[in-house]
Protein backbone atom coordinates (compact mmCIF):
# COMPACT_ATOMS: atom_id res chain seq x y z
CA UNK A 1 0.00 0.00 0.00
CA UNK A 2 1.45 3.20 -0.90
CA UNK A 3 -0.99 5.00 1.17
CA UNK A 4 -2.26 3.90 4.73
CA UNK A 5 -4.46 5.88 6.98
CA UNK A 6 -4.84 4.24 10.25
CA UNK A 7 -7.79 5.31 12.95
CA UNK A 8 -7.70 8.92 12.11
CA UNK A 9 -9.33 11.14 14.43
CA UNK A 10 -10.01 15.26 13.87
CA UNK A 11 -12.21 17.44 15.75
CA UNK A 12 -13.27 20.76 15.04
CA UNK A 13 -14.48 23.16 17.94
CA UNK A 14 -15.16 20.20 20.19
CA UNK A 15 -17.27 18.57 16.88
CA UNK A 16 -16.06 14.94 16.26
CA UNK A 17 -15.53 15.41 12.52
CA UNK A 18 -13.63 11.79 12.16
CA UNK A 19 -14.25 9.42 15.00
CA UNK A 20 -11.72 6.42 13.59
CA UNK A 21 -11.30 6.33 10.07
CA UNK A 22 -8.43 3.59 8.29
CA UNK A 23 -8.30 3.32 4.77
CA UNK A 24 -5.65 2.20 1.71
CA UNK A 25 -4.55 3.37 -1.31
CA UNK A 26 -2.20 0.43 -3.58
CA UNK A 27 0.36 1.78 -5.57
CA UNK A 28 -1.36 2.75 -9.18
CA UNK A 29 -4.89 1.82 -7.88
CA UNK A 30 -7.90 4.81 -7.77
CA UNK A 31 -9.96 4.89 -4.97
CA UNK A 32 -13.15 6.64 -3.92
CA UNK A 33 -14.77 8.10 -0.49
CA UNK A 34 -18.28 8.99 -1.25
CA UNK A 35 -20.85 10.00 1.42
CA UNK A 36 -23.44 12.66 1.96
CA UNK A 37 -22.76 16.47 3.05
CA UNK A 38 -20.72 16.40 6.61
CA UNK A 39 -19.60 13.08 6.28
CA UNK A 40 -15.97 14.16 7.13
CA UNK A 41 -14.49 13.10 3.36
CA UNK A 42 -12.94 16.49 3.11
CA UNK A 43 -11.75 16.74 6.42
CA UNK A 44 -10.18 13.18 6.09
CA UNK A 45 -8.32 14.35 3.07
CA UNK A 46 -7.21 17.29 4.98
CA UNK A 47 -6.00 15.37 7.77
CA UNK A 48 -3.90 13.17 4.91
CA UNK A 49 -2.33 16.29 3.22
CA UNK A 50 -1.30 18.19 6.77
CA UNK A 51 -3.61 20.72 6.30
CA UNK A 52 -5.44 19.65 9.81
CA UNK A 53 -3.66 17.92 11.75
CA UNK A 54 -5.04 14.45 13.66
CA UNK A 55 -6.37 14.17 17.13
CA UNK A 56 -4.88 10.47 16.68
CA UNK A 57 -4.22 8.27 14.06
CA UNK A 58 -1.59 7.64 11.82
CA UNK A 59 -0.83 8.58 8.17
CA UNK A 60 1.61 6.87 6.40
CA UNK A 61 3.27 7.26 2.87
CA UNK A 62 5.23 4.30 1.31
CA UNK A 63 5.60 2.84 5.00
CA UNK A 64 6.59 6.32 6.25
CA UNK A 65 4.94 8.03 8.86
CA UNK A 66 3.43 11.77 7.82
CA UNK A 67 1.04 12.47 10.27
CA UNK A 68 2.56 15.31 12.31
CA UNK A 69 4.54 17.01 9.01
CA UNK A 70 3.66 20.67 8.06
CA UNK A 71 1.39 20.64 5.10
CA UNK A 72 4.38 21.81 3.28
CA UNK A 73 6.55 18.64 4.26
CA UNK A 74 3.57 16.15 3.60
CA UNK A 75 3.51 18.27 -0.26
CA UNK A 76 7.52 17.50 -0.55
CA UNK A 77 7.32 13.74 0.42
CA UNK A 78 4.59 13.29 -2.45
CA UNK A 79 1.43 13.96 -1.07
CA UNK A 80 -0.41 16.53 -3.30
CA UNK A 81 -4.21 18.08 -2.86
CA UNK A 82 -6.52 19.47 -5.41
CA UNK A 83 -8.40 21.36 -2.75
CA UNK A 84 -12.44 21.62 -2.77
CA UNK A 85 -12.96 25.23 -4.82
CA UNK A 86 -9.33 24.42 -6.45
CA UNK A 87 -8.13 27.46 -4.74
CA UNK A 88 -6.04 29.00 -7.82
CA UNK A 89 -4.43 32.22 -7.83
CA UNK A 90 -6.67 34.42 -9.75
CA UNK A 91 -4.28 37.37 -10.04
CA UNK A 92 -1.60 35.64 -11.66
CA UNK A 93 -1.11 34.02 -15.11
CA UNK A 94 -2.16 30.08 -15.79
CA UNK A 95 1.36 29.91 -16.32
CA UNK A 96 2.88 31.28 -12.97
CA UNK A 97 0.68 29.09 -11.39
CA UNK A 98 1.68 25.62 -12.75
CA UNK A 99 5.39 26.89 -12.54
CA UNK A 100 4.51 27.55 -8.53
CA UNK A 101 3.79 23.85 -8.48
CA UNK A 102 7.04 23.32 -9.10
CA UNK A 103 7.93 24.11 -5.67
CA UNK A 104 5.97 21.73 -3.62
CA UNK A 105 7.98 19.12 -5.54
CA UNK A 106 11.85 20.56 -3.64
CA UNK A 107 14.52 18.39 -4.87
CA UNK A 108 12.06 15.31 -5.71
CA UNK A 109 12.25 14.47 -9.47
CA UNK A 110 9.06 14.45 -10.82
CA UNK A 111 7.15 12.01 -13.86
CA UNK A 112 5.20 15.10 -14.37
CA UNK A 113 7.25 18.17 -16.41
CA UNK A 114 5.65 21.10 -17.88
CA UNK A 115 4.68 19.76 -21.40
CA UNK A 116 3.08 16.56 -19.79
CA UNK A 117 0.65 19.16 -18.09
CA UNK A 118 -0.60 20.83 -21.45
CA UNK A 119 -0.25 17.86 -23.13
CA UNK A 120 -2.95 16.17 -20.65
CA UNK A 121 -4.76 19.85 -20.94
CA UNK A 122 -4.16 21.88 -24.25
CA UNK A 123 -6.63 24.14 -22.93
CA UNK A 124 -4.26 25.26 -21.12
CA UNK A 125 -1.26 25.93 -22.97
CA UNK A 126 -3.75 28.22 -24.95
CA UNK A 127 -4.42 30.37 -22.39
CA UNK A 128 -0.57 30.57 -20.40
CA UNK A 129 -0.69 34.14 -20.43
CA UNK A 130 -4.18 34.65 -19.63
CA UNK A 131 -5.02 35.78 -16.00
CA UNK A 132 -6.52 32.47 -14.08
CA UNK A 133 -9.39 33.93 -12.12
CA UNK A 134 -10.52 34.83 -16.27
CA UNK A 135 -10.69 31.03 -17.03
CA UNK A 136 -13.42 28.98 -16.95
CA UNK A 137 -14.90 27.10 -14.10
CA UNK A 138 -13.65 23.99 -15.72
CA UNK A 139 -10.61 25.22 -17.04
CA UNK A 140 -9.38 26.23 -13.20
CA UNK A 141 -10.00 22.52 -12.54
CA UNK A 142 -7.99 21.72 -14.97
CA UNK A 143 -5.33 24.68 -13.64
CA UNK A 144 -5.68 22.79 -10.05
CA UNK A 145 -4.98 19.81 -11.29
CA UNK A 146 -1.76 20.74 -13.33
CA UNK A 147 -0.62 22.61 -10.50
CA UNK A 148 -0.61 19.20 -8.17
CA UNK A 149 0.88 17.45 -10.68
CA UNK A 150 4.18 19.92 -11.36
CA UNK A 151 4.03 19.11 -7.23
CA UNK A 152 5.43 15.31 -8.63
CA UNK A 153 2.41 13.81 -6.60
CA UNK A 154 3.16 10.08 -5.88
CA UNK A 155 -0.48 10.04 -4.29
CA UNK A 156 -2.67 12.75 -5.85
CA UNK A 157 -5.68 14.05 -3.78
CA UNK A 158 -8.88 15.23 -5.37
CA UNK A 159 -11.31 16.91 -3.09
CA UNK A 160 -15.20 17.58 -4.94
CA UNK A 161 -13.51 17.71 -8.39
CA UNK A 162 -16.56 18.03 -10.40
CA UNK A 163 -18.01 20.88 -7.79
CA UNK A 164 -19.37 23.54 -9.98
CA UNK A 165 -18.82 21.92 -13.47
CA UNK A 166 -21.11 20.88 -16.55
CA UNK A 167 -21.56 17.75 -17.25
CA UNK A 168 -19.56 17.99 -20.31
CA UNK A 169 -16.62 19.42 -18.42
CA UNK A 170 -16.93 16.35 -15.61
CA UNK A 171 -16.52 13.92 -18.40
CA UNK A 172 -13.44 15.64 -19.55
CA UNK A 173 -11.62 16.20 -15.58
CA UNK A 174 -12.74 12.27 -15.30
CA UNK A 175 -11.34 11.64 -18.33
CA UNK A 176 -8.11 12.83 -17.50
CA UNK A 177 -7.95 11.41 -14.33
CA UNK A 178 -8.14 7.85 -16.35
CA UNK A 179 -5.59 8.94 -18.22
CA UNK A 180 -2.96 9.49 -15.42
CA UNK A 181 -4.23 6.84 -13.50
CA UNK A 182 -3.96 4.01 -16.59
CA UNK A 183 -0.21 6.11 -16.40
CA UNK A 184 0.25 4.66 -12.60
CA UNK A 185 -0.82 7.37 -10.56
CA UNK A 186 -2.27 6.83 -7.60
CA UNK A 187 -5.43 9.02 -6.98
CA UNK A 188 -7.55 8.63 -3.99
CA UNK A 189 -10.83 10.77 -5.18
CA UNK A 190 -13.35 12.31 -2.61
CA UNK A 191 -16.24 13.07 -4.56
CA UNK A 192 -20.04 14.10 -4.18
CA UNK A 193 -21.66 12.78 -7.21
CA UNK A 194 -21.25 8.79 -6.00
CA UNK A 195 -21.99 7.75 -9.53
CA UNK A 196 -19.55 9.45 -11.44
CA UNK A 197 -16.72 8.31 -8.15
CA UNK A 198 -17.57 4.84 -8.09
CA UNK A 199 -17.57 4.56 -12.59
CA UNK A 200 -14.08 5.81 -12.18
CA UNK A 201 -12.45 3.65 -9.25
CA UNK A 202 -11.90 0.10 -8.55
CA UNK A 203 -12.38 0.53 -5.02
CA UNK A 204 -14.39 2.91 -2.49
CA UNK A 205 -15.67 3.68 1.26
CA UNK A 206 -18.86 4.95 2.34
CA UNK A 207 -18.34 7.95 4.83
CA UNK A 208 -21.33 8.50 7.18
CA UNK A 209 -21.26 10.75 10.44
CA UNK A 210 -17.56 10.70 10.46
CA UNK A 211 -16.85 6.67 10.07
CA UNK A 212 -16.41 4.28 6.94
CA UNK A 213 -19.81 2.26 6.46
CA UNK A 214 -18.75 0.20 3.89
CA UNK A 215 -15.87 -0.48 1.74
CA UNK A 216 -15.24 -2.65 -1.21
CA UNK A 217 -15.31 -2.74 -5.08
CA UNK A 218 -16.82 -0.02 -6.71
CA UNK A 219 -18.85 -1.99 -8.85
CA UNK A 220 -20.12 -4.45 -6.31
CA UNK A 221 -20.88 -1.28 -4.00
CA UNK A 222 -22.79 0.59 -6.95
CA UNK A 223 -25.28 -2.79 -6.92
CA UNK A 224 -25.78 -2.51 -2.55
CA UNK A 225 -28.73 -2.20 -1.54
CA UNK A 226 -28.12 0.41 1.35
CA UNK A 227 -25.62 2.52 -0.84
CA UNK A 228 -28.37 2.40 -3.67
CA UNK A 229 -30.89 3.76 -1.33
CA UNK A 230 -28.60 6.23 1.24
CA UNK A 231 -26.21 7.84 -0.94
CA UNK A 232 -26.89 7.27 -4.66
CA UNK A 233 -30.25 8.63 -4.28
CA UNK A 234 -32.19 5.82 -6.57
CA UNK A 235 -34.56 2.88 -5.01
CA UNK A 236 -32.74 -0.32 -6.07
CA UNK A 237 -35.41 -1.06 -8.85
CA UNK A 238 -34.45 1.84 -10.32
CA UNK A 239 -30.98 1.53 -10.39
CA UNK A 240 -31.62 -2.28 -11.28
CA UNK A 241 -33.62 -0.85 -14.20
CA UNK A 242 -30.30 1.30 -15.26
Known amino acids: MILRVEDIKAAYDGIRALKGVSIEVAAGEMVAVIGSNGAGK ?5 CISGMVTPKAGKVWLEGKDVTELPGYRVARAGLLQVPEGRQILSDLTVDDNLRLGELARGSRKSPFDFNGVLKLFPKLEERLWQRAGTLSGGEQQMLAIGRALMGGPKVLLLDEPSLGLSPLMTDYVFSALRTLNEQGLSILLVEQNAHRALEATRRAYVMDKGVVVHEGLSEAL ?7 THYLGQEPAMAEAQ
Open 42 to 46: STLLN
Open 222 to 228: SKDERVI
